[in-house]
């Protein structure tokens, strides 16, 4: 089946550690995008790629990195200069090439600092 | 400004009842919106796309305005399962990217 994998589901980091979320998706889409979400907030936008080997900053990138080495896959590190991370991660992933094409979701990833 | 604003609410409203949301984006250029729904601690999914005719899908119907500037959600005969998160999306313009909005909550009482 296709579709848009995250994992872990939940991920637990100790202060001053550095850790990456997993996203994959073989739907063959060219957009990628790192969400983050807040209790009763709204979905604010840390990286998103549209190409291999190429992505940009959102709105919230700082104490954040990704990579794009394969169109498949877009993993998002939280490192430890992120001085807030606990949220839940949306990965999302969509086509470039039509119009009015949804975006499909991962489960997300749900983040607490111990 | 943000891209795209959207009255965070909440909206509550009786069963029956008819609610409609609005969202406004900044871009004249975005040329892909929608409509998803998310659940609490669960991911958005795509409730319906917005086409420039207007598009209807059951007690659904959605309405873009680009002169100005704006998309709507309209919810007839509410369900107590139509509570939710709503959140409009915009994509478009010169890095077309997915944009948000922070999304509205709809809480339909018995």
């Known amino acids: 089946d296709g579709g848009i994998t995250q994992s872990p589901k939940y991920l637990f980091r100790k202060e001053g550690q550095n850790v990456t979320l997993s996203c994959e998706q073989n739907?063959?889409?060219?957009?990628m995008y790192w969400y983050r979400q807040d209790p009763g907030q709204g979905l604010r936008l840390i990286y998103y790629?549209?190409?291999?080997?190429?992505?940009q900053k959102g709105d919230i990138a700082e104490g954040y990195s990704v990579s794009r080495e394969k169109k498949e896959s877009f993993p998002l590190t939280v490192t430890s200069a992120q001085k807030n991370p606990t949220a839940f991660y949306l990965c999302a992933s969509s086509t470039l090439t039509e119009m009015n094409t949804e975006a499909f979701f991962g489960q997300g990833t749900r983040l607490t600092v111990v | 400004r943000k891209e795209v604003e959207q009255d965070p609410g909440p909206f509550n409203v009786p069963e029956g009842a008819t609610v409609a949301f609005n969202c406004t984006y900044s871009n004249s250029a975005s040329q892909s919106f929608f409509w998803y729904r998310q659940d609490c601690r669960k991911e958005p999914k795509l409730l319906m796309s917005?086409?420039?005719s207007g598009n209807e899908d059951g007690r659904f119907t959605a309405q873009l305005n680009r002169a100005s500037q704006y998309i709507s959600l309209l919810i007839r005969d509410s369900k107590l399962s139509d509570s939710a998160t709503y959140l409009c999306v915009v994509t478009g313009g010169a890095t077309n990217k997915l944009i948000f909005g922070t999304g509205t909550l709809l809480a339909v009482q018995p």
């Open positions: 790629s549209q190409i291999v080997n190429d992505f």
């Open positions: 739907l063959n889409h060219d957009a």
């Open positions: 917005v086409y420039s």
